[in-house]
């Protein structure tokens, strides 16, 4: 029988439904989103980190605290970049899944660091310490405090909707709630800078024209994902990766107490960096050669090459997604 690995420890169909159902929580109350997340990332994730670090420790007897930290750091990185590579054309329905899945495996490593250290990963008060590693709060009591009006909003939930409802109130629509969420979520992965981040970063350059020019980066990105999905792979994989590395920076240097001066896998240089860039790439190759095909062979509906374009667009940017979900499936199953 074959020993298993830290990384057999990760059910994808319970990750699946913990997903859905941290993002129908989020749905609900938006505004409380980080809080929502810590608390579910502790009480669901927590006791699955402390195994995966008692395996990991088991795996590699002889390793280091930093040979530990990297292979923990490493694993954690990559299950950041993987979740919700695939955004774009048909799957862009998909984005608040994927993004979700982002930041809780964000939370994971986070966990299992955690655990590394010696802590208990599973106590409450980890939630706090995870909203001040992301940001949100300056320290873990303002943090403790946002955590239990969160715990008595949710108490009262049901009377609150019900109140709505006898008094009339005005609703916000669930897409119009659900698109909010979304570009928060986008905010906390990086793949939209805030504007704190863009000063920083712009040095000698305008903030306004870095901040204008990512955006350009982003429609561009989007445009052409629709009809090539996988290209937004290496421009996801990058945001992740670099947004991933500064969160880990402050997770180190909390518990570990850590300076964090040793050098980053950057995403260009990874192996699976260079893959996503072939992929993207060969998706974007196909509808052009369509393109080409429809145009040489001069295929017309009413006398005209645009619906057939537009069809044949539509139809390669679902087959590439569809193959690329079967394959991903499959090669899942496999491991």
């Known amino acids: 029988m074959p020993r298993p690995t830290p990384d057999d420890d990760t059910d994808t169909l319970e990750d699946a439904a913990l997903t859905r159902s941290v993002l129908k929580a989020a749905v609900a109350d938006p505004q409380r989103l ?56 048909p799957m862009t329905i998909m984005a608040p899944f994927a993004f979700c899945a982002a930041l809780l495996s964000q939370a994971r490593v986070c966990l299992e660091l955690t655990a590394l250290g010696g802590q208990d990963p599973t106590v409450p008060v980890r939630s706090a310490e995870l909203l001040v590693l992301q940001g949100v709060y300056a320290d873990v009591d303002r943090a403790r405090v946002a955590l239990s009006d969160a715990a008595l909003a949710e108490q009262g939930k049901a009377g609150k909707k019900d109140l709505r409802a006898v008094e009339g109130g005005p609703r916000r629509g669930r897409v119009a709630t659900l698109f909010e969420l979304t570009l928060r979520m986008a905010r906390v992965l990086g793949l939209i800078a805030p504007k704190a981040e863009a000063e920083s970063e712009a040095g000698g350059v305008r903030p306004w024209l870095v901040a204008a020019g990512r955006y350009v980066l982003l429609g561009v990105v989007f445009l052409v994902g629709l009809v090539a999905p996988l290209v937004w792979m290496p421009y996801v994989g990058r945001s992740y990766s670099r947004t991933t590395d500064r969160f880990l920076d402050r997770v180190l240097a909390f518990y570990f107490g850590e300076s964090v001066d040793r050098p980053r896998r950057t995403t260009r240089g990874a192996p699976g960096m260079a893959a996503a860039m072939v992929k993207a790439l060969l998706s974007l190759l196909i509808p052009v050669a369509l393109v080409v095909v429809v145009v040489l062979a001069d295929l017309r509906v009413a006398d005209s090459h645009w619906p057939v374009l537009a069809v044949t667009l539509l139809t390669a940017s679902f087959g590439v997604a569809a193959a690329w979900q079967w394959r991903r499936r499959r090669r899942r199953r496999a491991d």
């Open 34 to 89: 980080p809080e929502t997340l810590a608390s579910y990332a502790v009480r669901h994730m927590g006791p699955a980190a402390a195994r995966s670090v008692t395996m990991t420790r088991a795996a590699h007897p002889d390793a280091t605290m930093t040979e530990l930290q990297d292979l923990l750091l490493t694993r954690g990185k990559r299950r950041v970049v993987s979740q919700g590579a695939l955004i774009g054309g």
